[in-house]
């Protein structure tokens, strides 16, 4: 996001300017509503007129959200408005950033820089938005009004990829906000975000940024450059950027280095978790983050963990762990050697990164038509460093274990009692992905001879990505893991320097290997657009605009030759994902003043739209359908309403995703865990019926989760999306506000059940057994190693039931010139009341059908963004503030047990946070520098208990509304040529 211009705006015609600007540790944004008639965005597009002048057809503008061509710069559907300066004196140097950080988005997990410990759609490092938290592949990205491809890797990609984008040539992004497939076809449900470049640059520039957190840490640097050429009626623009994300480590702040359950007892003194006695008296106990350097009885259970003085007794008497220096009377320096390591500290949790960036545009006009073209190619290279557990089953029948002394000299042999071991270690688990991503677009436009108010343009474009993506894997063909194979590397995985991580660079000598797949994704895109008045009504021209498009698109990924063999050992296996898709629609637009300059209606204007659609995967052609009406009841207040559906095929990876493997433990998927205290009676009854015991534990391995492509099975997606709205913008004031009502609702939703939601399905049901019962296998009750366990679940993209969120925009700004300088004041809300997915109809309701997101943890009801700005002669002061509503684990109670403590209570509230910015900037006419601090207040993100989220640390991993970098410096420095 970025700074809007200072001009003044002026409020005749249709007016409302509203503005809001985004800080979400540091996510600022110029918000306005699209119907501002004098904007810096509009002076680009179009050419200034004589006084009383007619605009010709090709010297109007189009807006986000309507094909026609028009004079002003406004719309019936809610159009926010991010300018491109305003991010920089928030701290914001990222594209991405601009747009993630709206309160339009980031009231869900939007995917940045943070989840390499993830398998996430498009691969590591990618950066995409979704809208109203219905998911990135429900919100088309746009660039100049035109479709670029996505980019990624790993069968998974289908949405576009932010961090492509070159910051340097962006001028502002425009949010359409409801549901726009009439317009431009499939994935444009949730809404779009259309992203304007600049189209003219005077004098070259060159401009640098950085940004440091004062605790160190997620250093971010970028240099950019931008120049371009002017001549008559046309330019030429070309930018290139340089960025650099350094890592955020597990030991840079101290909410992600030492993980607690944090789980109290009825005093409010914090439990253990080995033996639920109360902590205190040391920072090391309670700490984990990486549990190895112990032998395991696979059979019995039983754990043999060293102990300081030598103390451990069974399976290996006499093991002591590397001499920490550090431990007290109560145990603590056990747990620590068990629990924690140097080198842990050294895991990411937010990803280094490096990206090379390069655009080119040029706007030529020719005597009879204009040439319009882009080009834009970037190399993205990201890599995340971690850790993970290694921990085979070593042995048979006459299973022997070596025993150390503290020397690490091997004493004598010790049996093991069920024949089976598992020694638990720890294992390197890095990858790193390369991501080359190209796309040129050109068109051309004119005015048909025989008339001033039709024109025609042509667009074609294509798009490629390539990637590739490595990753150590340990090789289960070598691990010596009776389940893979019988014969042990020569290693020795008693070996205290082993099980410890000492020795972790033989180890991944032996039974380690960096394995790269590769992806591929194309895209060809043609569009042909005729616009134009059809006839005049007394209100003024009936305009019009019918076209035609086809796209070809296909994903090829390749994984790598270990993980098409399975042979990758506790680590997700994938298959090749291929495949092609074509679609050609047919779409008209058609906009009318009903009434204009009567009491009561300054003007009453309907907007009509559809699209029809032919995809070679989808049976048979459909059609989506859109109205809006728009009331200037005076000349400060309108009212606007819109209505109509829209239309999501299956994407690539939906249709043809090789079958890829997972896991996720017993305690996460099983509804028949303790099924005796459930108040579910079909559960109770259909748990019992199974054969499992009423106080079932869950135990045994993870379960491996299967998922694939639904080819031949799932249906297109579609939706409904209603908004209406209020504009204010008093003649009184220099003020102006817009309150939008949305709704949203998508039927056949395409995704996974779920692991859990599957079993529930089968348990919760009153039909047992039934299909979903068919969808997962579970050991018998008397399986000898892990009896009821779930071992396999088959999750593959079906049709859903629906999804649906209801709530309210809000936009506002007050700007005011004073003697002492200018006063601009913007604000942003959003304000979520109804935020659920249903996964079955009412026939099939189960009791864990459907999931009430709104206020989960990482969906808060309310966000808000304000901006203030002061200008006096060559300085601005701006504050920027950011407020993140209240979330809280809604399947879950504070008051629990705690490994058998009775009473305990845990933390499930991820308490409301507030960001505040400060920065000033000096201009001068050929260079300006820009210093400020985010997070002045060094707040720090919430921290919840285990279970309450998936946790980084003790900080919730998908939450990414919270800033993790704490009180941030930022820089930065431009100058003109």
Known sequence: MQVAGKKRLTMNRLPLFVAMLGCLYGAPALAQDANETETEAQAEEAPAQPANAQPTELEKITVTG??????????????????????????????????????????????????????IEGGLGVQTVGLRGLGANRTLVLLDGKRPGPSGTRGQVQAFDLSVLPTSVIQRVEILKDGASSIYGSDAVAGVANYITRRNIDRPEVTIN???????????????????WNFDNSSIVVGAEWQKYEPLKVGDRDFFSCPEDLFWDENGNRLDREDRSILAGTDLAGCNNLYANTVIDAITGTRYIPSPDGSTVGLIPGYRPRYSGRYDTDGAAWYEDVLNYDFYKNQYILNESERFKFYGGANISFDSFNWDSQIMASRRETSSERFRQFFPLVGGA????????????????????????????????????????????????????????????????????????????????????????????????????????DRMDELEAQIGEYNTGSTVYDQVLFTGILTGDLFELPAGPVASAIGVEYRDFSIDDQPSELSQNGDLWGQSSAQVTKGDDQVTELFM?????????????ESLTVNASARWFDYDSVDGSDYVWKTGLSWQVTPSFRMRATTGTSYRAPGLYELYLGNQTAFLSQLAIDPCVDWQNSTNTNLQANCAAAGIPGNYAGGGSSATIVSGGGAGVLNPETSQADTIGIVFTPEFADFSVALDYFSIEVNDQIGQLGAGAILGGCYGSPNYPNAFCNLFDRNS?????APNAITEVRDSYININKQRTRGYDLLVRYEKDFAAGSLDVQGEATYVFEDFQQLFDSSQASGFDTDDFNGDISRPKVLANVITSFERNDWTYTWGMNYVHGTSALELSPNTTYFGYPTATRDVVAERAVYHSLSVRYDQPDWSVLVGVRNILDQDPPQVSSGAATRYGNVPAFATQYDWYGRTGFVQFNYKF
Not at 217 to 228: C, R
Not at 589 to 601: S, Y
Not at 781 to 785: K, L, M, S, V
């Open 66 to 119: 309507s094909l026609l061509r028009r004079v002003e710069y406004d719309s019936i559907s809610p159009v926010q408005v991010i300018t491109a300066d305003t991010a920089v004196e928030i701290g914001q140097i990222d594209a991405g950033e601009f747009l993630q950080q709206s309160s339009v988005a980031a009231g869900s997990t939007q995917i940045n820089n943070q989840f390499g410990g993830f398998v």
């Open 210 to 228: 950085g940004r440091m957190p004062f605790d160190g840490g997620g250093e971010t640097f970028s240099i950019s450059g931008a120049t371009g």
């Open 398 to 501: 006459t299973a022997v274990i070596p025993v150390y002394s503290y020397a690490n000299d091997p004493t004598y042999a010790a049996p093991v009692p069920s024949g089976i071991a598992q020694p638990i270690m720890p294992f390197r688990s890095n990858n790193s992905e390369e991501v080359d991503y190209f796309y040129v677009n050109t068109g051309l436009n004119g005015i048909f001879g025989f008339t001033d108010t039709w024109s025609w343009q042509t667009n074609l474009s294509y798009t490629r990505s390539d990637g590739e993506y490595t990753g150590l894997g340990i090789v289960a063909s070598r691990s010596g893991d009776v389940q893979y194979d019988d014969d042990a590397p020569v290693i020795d995985y008693f070996d205290p320097a082993v099980l410890n991580g």
């Open 589 to 601: 637009e058609v906009e009318a003043p009903l009434l204009a300059g009567i009491p009561g209606i």
């Open 781 to 785: 009750p008397t399986d000898p190693t």
